[in-house]
């Protein structure tokens, strides 16, 4: 990863500062125009089914880009003429919230993708960086205007949705589920950032000072570095070697009782070896071997 002229603690609040305002701008949507047209799936199907292009729908979706629906949108106003009809507006929503998600795309790539790229430079990051990556592929790959969203099913779990019977959902799953499944995919690229951020701040800023130090030793600087450092290494070997390695407890005592485990260091489960004998020597009690009493 190359790291650019910019201060990381400063890019670093400027990407948390977008993921937060992604989060809000993603939370708007939801509670205002998705809430909308989610409330109006079915005249979407309807509104949809009135461009001839979209009539014939037995063997699958015939509705399969964002230029498509454009077209039906088209379709629809010039079917109201003067008197415009909610299913006019409906489709008019709904590429309303795609045009916002194209938007939120581009931006999210500038405010978050790139600057995560530039800041991984620990193995650590590198997995949530990867998940970032991927999350806006996907986003910019599913708001291009020509690109086959039938093919939603391959990347991510459908939603379900209420007013569409068993027939109705794999002829129109992909167009009404695209908004959703893009949605949630913006909130987890925010997610990601604030666990990448989280694992970042955890690291420290030292990272960055680190890599700059090897990029600084590959560009020349790590022959004296190197030879300095192996110099230190045989000093501190050659001390470390006078110092006299210090006894542990159990080195103690396998010292003191010349390799053979003593009563008190044997460990309770382990039987005694030694035939038993008289516990009490003041008293005159002889224990003779238990194998003769029976």
């Not at 008019?92 to 800041?119: C, K, N, S, Y």
């Not at 193995?123 to 592929?137: A, F, G, N």
């Not at 068993?166 to 893009?182: F, H, K, M, T, Y």
């Amino acid at each position: 990863m190359k790291m650019t002229g910019k201060d990381p603690v400063q890019l670093l609040r400027y990407m948390q500062d977008a993921s937060s305002q992604l989060t809000n701008e993603i939370q708007q949507l939801r509670s205002g125009a998705y809430r909308k047209l989610y409330q109006q799936t079915r005249s979407f199907i309807d509104a949809l089914q009135r461009s001839p292009q979209a009539q014939t729908t037995m063997y699958g979706p015939s509705v399969r880009t964002i230029t498509e629906v454009r077209q039906c949108y088209e379709h629809s106003k010039i079917l109201d003429a003067d008197r415009p009809t909610h299913f006019t507006s409906v489709l008019e929503l709904f590429l309303d919230l795609v045009d916002h998600l194209q938007m939120l795309a581009g931006r999210a790539t500038d405010w978050i993708g790139e600057p995560v790229m530039e800041l991984t430079v620990h193995p650590k990051q590198e997995e949530l960086c990867s998940k970032i990556s991927d999350e806006l592929r996907f986003w910019i790959q599913f708001t291009d205007e020509e690109n086959d969203f039938t093919e939603l099913h391959k990347h991510k779990t459908l939603e379900e949705f209420r007013g569409l019977n068993s027939g109705e959902v794999p002829v129109w799953g992909a167009v009404v589920n695209l908004v959703p499944v893009l949605l949630k995919s913006a909130e987890i690229i925010a997610d990601q950032q604030t666990k990448w951020s989280s694992i970042t701040g955890r690291l420290g800023m030292g990272i960055y000072s680190q890599q700059c130090k090897d990029s600084a030793e590959q560009n020349g600087d790590g022959g004296s570095r190197g030879s300095s450092g192996r110099s230190s290494a045989g000093s501190s070997g050659k001390s470390s070697n006078k110092k006299k390695p210090k006894k542990t407890y159990a080195d103690q005592v396998d010292q003191r009782n010349k390799g053979k485990m003593s009563l008190h260091e044997r460990p309770p489960w382990k039987p005694s070896s030694t035939i038993p004998h008289n516990l009490f020597p003041k008293l005159h009690i002889h224990l003779s071997d238990p194998s003769k009493n029976f």
